[in-house]
């Protein structure tokens, strides 16, 4: 199975920025579309930001103009960029990886804890 660990989470305050990573493992990667969800206590898990195999991209209205999804298929790399950081971003985040078309949701990370402050 393909192996999706994130890094970069933390505890930045209002305004700020944090970069999440997540590095995949094996040559699946470039053959599977990856994004970003992020869910809180008592909510069903949510899309963030998506990049499919094409490069077609998706973000939550909640982070348009905010985050930014890249990928790096040389490093089988997904990143996602936020800006603008708000406290209701607070979340845990998960990369996650799925067949082209899927959109991702297939294959999950452990997550990393984002917790902004205000």
């Known amino acids: 199975q393909v192996q999706l660990v994130e890094s970069g989470g933390g505890l930045v305050q209002a305004g700020g920025s944090l970069r999440l990573s997540c590095a995949a493992s094996?040559?699946?990667?470039?053959?599977?579309?990856m994004g970003w969800y992020r869910q809180g206590l008592g909510k069903q898990r949510e899309l963030v930001a998506v990049?499919?195999?094409?490069?077609?991209?998706n973000y939550a209205d909640s982070v348009r103009g905010r985050f930014t999804i890249s990928r790096d298929a040389f490093k089988n790399s997904v990143y996602l960029q936020m800006n603008n950081l708000k406290p209701e971003d607070t979340d845990v985040y998960y990369c996650?990886?799925?067949?082209?078309?899927?959109?991702?949701?297939?294959?999950w990370g452990q997550g990393t804890q984002v917790t902004v402050s205000s």
């Open positions: 094996g040559s699946i990667f470039n053959f599977e579309d």
């Open positions: 990049m499919a195999v094409g490069g077609s991209t």
């Open positions: 996650s990886s799925g067949p082209a078309g899927s959109w991702a949701g297939n294959y």
